[in-house]
């Protein structure tokens, strides 16, 4: 067949509006004229709308690395006083683990390193690792029934942030940025921050995929912010060049762009545009955002010393609560550490203190400042840890826990989900979920549900298949709904 005559019978559809006057050309050139659409909630399409929206905003602290429920917020009393005994075969019936894990036999129960204690009106367990997210256990609602599917760290983090524990789906934050667009064009609407509590032996690797856009247009993708005084690469002017000069040369590209979008109507010339056009407005609004001089004393002192400390996880949680106040959608942050095969009595205790204070004062400041109602912060990692040592008694200083995806705690708050409760419930020893079990697709769908989102209806079409974050699972949590 002739070339040509292929590639017109060719044409999609997406690039058949791409060519009419209502297509991707005509936002492609509202972008270069400075003015890049914005979604609101009026306009999302009306099969996607489900419910009025509670939450505007998200800011995920998410914990890589798997953090212990059970030295942090799932109080066992039975585990304590079964400590150095075997698990009950019961427990352990279809059970998938880890390969690091000992054999069955050799299985022995470990009681928690640190006591609880009860903190507030709602009298919620809380570990002496944790005060400060203790004195806020009011405002937030412990989920003590999470479960997930995968027993590794990158396939469960996948499967926690895109739904599949394969690399190249999107990921939540870029559904969000596709679905309900943006609140500022001067700032992404998806933005990743990542940090490391210094002298760790257990960090995990951030991998680009985990704020991916997968299939959806690349400007959906999560923009990653760094320590510096660059905090996003390639936005700023190279030596020779000033803005009147780079304003030009973004004007003749784009010009360039439109005539190839027009000519051959691929959606990706248009994220381009999109994107070269954010990168010019982010030189003026990136370097206010990092500029934290302006805040006080107190608000400082609020988030801990390592706040003056760049890239630390105390700076990113001030910065997180910086860009929802200038309308970032979804800010991801992620802390690594959590991975304590051997280290459950000495950088467990690191990494709680660096990431528990921090937590606590981003909730507290944002209610402080009316930003609360509407935002919903959630403090999760991919699975939790097992009931058992991993490691010998004899050894204290090396003991730890393995992989656990079978039961595990998160936490969440604000963006209309009821404050002061615990929802579901464990065994006796932490092994299993049992009382209202919550899947990672069940989390993914209430997520959406308090944006205003019915998460069955969010869909982009790829190779001939209606993806979704939720895939074909997943149901709304409704009893942790305010």
């Given amino acids: 067949m002739d070339p040509l005559l292929e590639q017109q019978y060719l044409v999609n559809r997406r690039q058949f509006f791409s060519k009419s006057s209502t297509g991707i050309g005509v936002a492609a050139l509202a972008s270069l004229l400075g003015q890049e659409s914005q979604a609101d ?32 917020f799932d109080y066992k009393p ?56 203790g004195k806020i256990s009011d405002e937030i609602c412990f989920i003590k029934s999470m479960h997930t599917e995968q027993v590794n760290h990158a396939p469960a983090i996948n499967f926690f942030l895109s739904g599949n524990q394969l690399a190249g789906r999107p990921t939540a934050g870029s559904w969000l940025s596709y679905g309900l667009g943006s609140l500022n064009k001067n700032l992404p609407t998806f933005a990743v921050m990542t940090s490391v509590s210094k002298g760790t032996t257990c960090g995990q690797i951030f991998y680009d995929s985990y704020w991916s856009s997968g299939f959806l247009p690349s400007r959906h993708q999560g923009v990653k912010f760094r320590a510096g005084e660059s905090p996003v690469l390639y936005i700023n002017n190279p030596k020779g060049m000033n803005s009147k000069l780079r304003r030009n040369m973004l004007d003749g590209i ?34 206010e955002l990092a500029d934290i ?40 942050l992620m802390h690594a550490g959590w991975d304590q095969h051997r280290s459950l009595t000495t950088e467990l205790y690191t990494q709680c203190r660096d990431t528990d204070q921090p937590s606590a004062a981003l909730v507290t400041d944002l209610k402080s400042r009316g930003l609360l109602e509407d935002t919903l912060v959630i403090w999760a990692g991919e699975f939790g840890r097992t009931p058992f040592i991993q490691g010998s008694f004899d050894n204290r200083p090396k003991w730890g826990r393995d992989h656990h995806p079978h039961a595990y705690t998160i936490w969440m708050a604000g963006g209309g989900v009821k404050p002061g409760i615990s929802h579901g419930a464990s065994d006796d ?33 790829f190779q001939g298949r209606h993806y979704r974050l939720t895939d074909v699972h997943g149901h709304v949590v409704k009893p942790i709904l305010a």
């Fill in 293 to 332: 001089s302006g805040e006080s004393k107190a608000t400082l002192e609020h988030y801990g010393p390592s706040v003056n400390e760049p890239g630390t996880f105390a700076r990113n949680c001030l910065l997180a609560r910086r860009l929802v106040e200038r309308g970032t959608r979804f800010v991801q």
């Fill in 78 to 133: 039975e585990l304590k006083k079964r400590h150095g005994q075997s698990v009950p075969a019961s427990y352990m019936e279809g059970k998938r683990f880890s390969t690091m894990s000992a054999s069955a036999d050799k299985r022995k129960l470990l009681a928690p390193v640190e006591p609880y204690k009860q903190y507030g009106e709602s009298g919620s367990w809380v570990s002496d690792l944790m005060p400060y997210t």
């Fill in 429 to 461: 020893i932490g092994f299993n979920a049992v009382e209202d079990k919550v899947h990672v697709h069940d989390l993914q769908a209430t997520i959406l549900h308090l944006l205003g989102i019915n998460h069955e209806k969010l869909t982009f079409k």
């Fill in 254 to 287: 784009a010009q360039l762009n439109e005539r190839k979008l027009a000519e051959v109507g691929d959606p990706e010339i248009s994220a381009r545009i999109a994107q070269y056009e954010m990168a010019y407005r982010m030189q003026t609004s990136v370097p």
């Fill in 41 to 72: 909630d009026a306009e999302l399409p009306a099969a996607i709308k489900q419910v009025a929206p509670k939450a505007k905003r998200v800011i995920l602290l998410f914990q890589n690395g798997g953090p212990t429920h059970l030295e942090l």
